[in-house]
């Protein structure tokens, strides 16, 4: 079975010699070379490929971006490309993750090969998202939710939702309006939160989320992802009987079968409330 690559990269020289040497792998097959970090968004979105290799420093969009945009369920495995760079090195080196430096080395590039080769066969790409979620939280930092700072029960019986999510990340204390919140995946003890075209990378669990965010408006479409129902487009099915929630955002998420029937109920109720003046 061949594996279906990427290549992303800003720099067309490189992406150019990557492709030459991947030419020797006959395994391997090239299905788009990207040459920013929206087009890879388009493209693992659009072909789903097996593996990415993935440029860091682009302008825009850093490869450290894209992970952060792309679902869970739809992470390739990554290789990634960069110059060098000792801190994120020793990074990728502390989480097991490869990465190739500019420029390729062959010898470096068949064995980068041999682990893509042994993780494709044992379907492992999802469990290297945790890997790929610790590292991100090392190199570009991570927030917390600030304890005690979300209401509980008004006294009426009624449950109070969070209206705001206040991140704390160093001294600095983010006060994230929820309402802004597009969709939420996990990795493992990280929650990336994608809100006003940015992620926040959060140490914490779908669990405390889920029991913060009203289920009426935040559900969960997919073992490792929520979605803001009122940020939802359209519903795209799919010929395995799945189907994909388009975000106002652009942004496409699957929705698996198990939660479908809750999730076009509610989408229906959704719809169909007033809207207020």
Known sequence: MSIRAIIVDD?????????????EAADVEIVRQCANGREALAA???????????????????????????????????????????????????????????PVDETRLARALDRVRAQHEQRQAMAQREQLMAMLADVTGKGEIESGSVAGGNGAGARRYATMLPIRVGRETIRLDVAAIDWIDAA??????????????????????????????????????????????????????????????????????????????????????????
Request: proline share 5%; aromatic share 6%; glycine share 4%.
């Open 188 to 277: 493992g003890d990280y929650m990336c939160v994608h809100a006003a075209s940015q992620t926040h990378v959060l140490r914490a669990t779908m669990k405390e989320l889920e029991e913060m965010l009203d289920p009426e408006v935040f559900q969960r479409v997919h073992r490792s992802t929520i979605v803001n129902l009122a940020r939802v487009r359209s519903l795209r099915p799919h010929l395995n009987g799945e189907c994909f929630l388009r975000l106002e955002s652009g942004q496409e998420v699957k929705l698996s079968r198990s939660f479908r029937d809750k999730v076009e109920l509610l989408l229906d109720r959704t719809r169909a409330a007033p809207r207020s003046a």
């Open 11 to 23: 720099e067309p020289l490189a992406r150019r010699g990557l492709e030459l040497r991947l030419r």
């Open 44 to 102: 693992i979105s659009e072909l789903q490929p097996d593996l990415m290799f993935l440029d860091i420093q682009m302008p825009g969009m850093s490869g450290f971006d894209v992970i952060k945009q792309v679902p869970q369920e739809s992470l390739p495995m990554i290789v990634f490309v960069t110059a060098f760079d000792r801190f994120a090195i020793e990074a990728f080196e502390a989480h097991a993750l490869d990465y190739l430096l500019k």
